[in-house]
């Protein structure tokens, strides 16, 4: 959420490692669970100043330094393709990166340099497993089709993918990583 701070983290990156070939805007952070027409306003600046500003720093800065033919894939979320009760603030700053994502994937599309999304449902991190979170984990255990949440290896295998010259005409996309949640809900749940 502040931008000096990813400015100095590219500069450090650059100055180490040289030219980036992939970044990953990967920070998030979900403030405000309740009801929308009782969120503060300060929850949606808190969850746009990490989830959203953080991927336009990111991009803001990395890409001046990236190498010709690089991938970003930015983090947003299956909130960010549909909504979800509760989390108003969360959902509206994932709808922006994807946003973002399409937008970013235009503008550098003559430097070579891809940009998607992927949108994982909960993932098995200390952030999905909060007290406040328990309610989102119970529905998604019922709701998605594999009948559980992703483990951070299924997430990372992902970005791998859309990283990799395999994936060089892939551009612009917000790729569900959800086990079929945004295909629909578990016959259960019906």
Same mark, same amino acid.
């Given at each position: 959420?502040?931008?000096? /701070?990813?400015?100095?983290?590219?500069?450090?990156s650059?100055?180490?490692?040289?030219?980036?070939d992939?970044?990953?805007?990967?920070?998030?952070?979900?403030?405000?669970? &309740?009801?929308?027409?009782? *969120?503060? *306003?300060?929850?949606?600046?808190?969850?746009?100043?990490?989830?959203?500003?953080?991927?336009?720093? &990111?991009?803001?800065y990395?890409?001046?330094?990236?190498?010709?033919?690089?991938s970003?894939?930015?983090?947003?979320?299956?909130?960010?393709?549909?909504?979800?009760?509760?989390?108003?603030?969360?959902?509206?700053s994932?709808?922006a990166?994807?946003g973002?994502? +399409?937008?970013?994937?235009?503008?550098?599309?003559?430097?070579?340099? +891809?940009?998607?999304?992927?949108?994982?449902?909960?993932?098995n991190?200390?952030?999905?497993?909060?007290?406040?979170?328990?309610?989102?984990? +119970?529905?998604?255990?019922?709701?998605?089709?594999?009948?559980r949440?992703?483990?951070?290896?299924?997430?990372?295998?992902?970005?791998?993918?859309? /990283?990799?010259?395999?994936c &060089?005409?892939?551009?612009?996309?917000?790729?569900a990583?959800?086990g &079929?949640? *945004?295909?629909g809900?578990?016959?259960? /749940?019906?």
């Open positions: 959420s502040n931008e000096d /701070s990813v400015k100095e983290l590219i500069a450090q650059v100055a180490h490692f040289g030219k980036f992939v970044l990953v805007n990967n920070a998030g952070a979900n403030f405000g669970y &309740g009801e929308m027409m009782e *969120t503060d *306003t300060a929850d949606f600046d808190k969850n746009f100043n990490i989830n959203t500003k953080g991927v336009v720093y &990111g991009i803001k990395a890409v001046p330094q990236m190498n010709e033919g690089g970003i894939v930015n983090v947003s979320s299956a909130a960010g393709l549909q909504g979800v009760a509760y989390l108003a603030p969360y959902v509206a994932k709808w990166v994807i973002i994502t +399409r937008t970013a994937a235009v503008e550098l599309g003559e430097k070579k340099i +891809r940009v998607n999304a992927i949108c994982p449902t909960s993932v991190t200390p952030m999905a497993n909060t007290p406040e979170g328990q309610p989102q984990l +119970r529905m998604e255990h019922k709701a998605v089709p594999l009948k949440i992703a483990e951070p290896e299924e997430i990372a295998a992902t970005i791998h993918f859309l /990283s990799s010259n395999d &060089g005409f892939i551009n612009g996309q917000a790729l990583v959800d &079929g949640f *945004t295909a809900m578990s016959i259960d /749940s019906y």
